[in-house]
């Protein structure tokens, strides 16, 4: 059974304070993403990864990074958090290639910036 | 550009038919996706459409033209388990990226 968990369901920090979300995937996928998900807004794409090393932005990086040191780890980081971060954060992977490759999602992180 | 359009809410009956319409553009295109979302919870997949026409899977199916820039979800034999968000999400030119629309959010009563 295909599995991405994330490391924590829900979060609350703090202005300035910086933070990791963490994500792990066991199906040996080359392509990680993380997205964060707003009423109104649907999914939006923070940053992507095709491989080891290898990380792209997607369409609202500003304010966060990201590291993929091992292929089953994805790590976004948000430097300095800020009350408009606040927001369901979801990691997914996929299989690499132009074949159909659904992305398998993670449960979601439910962050909350005070 | 790229813009993703589909209603935000509908409402249908249980036992009944109800289609979800989605018109997309994209830079490239590379297969559409629908993916189902119940409150509070992950996206997961439904149904993939690279080619034009019907792709029937059990209670769902899926319809892709690729001239016009459209798609549907048909769910028939309507359940209350049904009542969720349904993403409609094409690739781009990128065979990685896929564009997640808003979704729409379809009520079931019984």
């Known amino acids: 059974d295909v599995k991405v968990t994330q490391s924590s369901r829900y979060l609350v920090k703090r202005t300035g304070e910086k933070v990791f979300l963490e994500c792990v995937q066991d199906?040996?996928?080359?392509?990680m993403f993380w997205y964060r998900q707003d009423p109104g807004l649907g999914l939006r794409l923070i940053y992507f990864s095709y491989d080891v090393k290898m990380k792209e932005k997607g369409d609202i990086p500003e304010g966060y990074s990201v590291s993929r040191e091992k292929k089953e780890r994805f790590s976004l980081i948000l430097e300095s958090a800020s009350t408009n971060q606040t927001s369901m954060y979801l990691c997914a992977s996929s299989s690499g290639g132009s074949a159909a490759s659904e992305q398998y999602f993670g449960p979601g992180t439910r962050l909350t910036v005070t | 550009g790229q813009n993703i359009d589909q209603p935000t809410e509908m409402t249908a009956t249980e036992g009944a038919i109800v289609q979800i319409n989605c018109t997309y553009q994209?830079?490239?295109?590379?297969?559409l996706f629908w993916y189902q979302q119940h409150a509070g919870e992950a996206p997961t997949f439904l149904s993939y459409n690279v080619l034009d026409g019907l792709e029937e899977k059990g209670r769902f199916s899926s319809f892709l033209s690729r001239s016009k820039g459209y798609s549907y979800l048909l769910l028939k034999e309507l359940q209350m388990k049904d009542s969720a968000s349904y993403l409609c999400a094409p690739r781009g030119s990128s065979a990685s990226k896929i564009i997640f629309g808003s979704g729409t959010r379809l009520s079931i009563r019984p």
């Open positions: 994209t830079s490239g295109f590379n297969g």
């Open positions: 199906m040996d996928h080359e392509n």
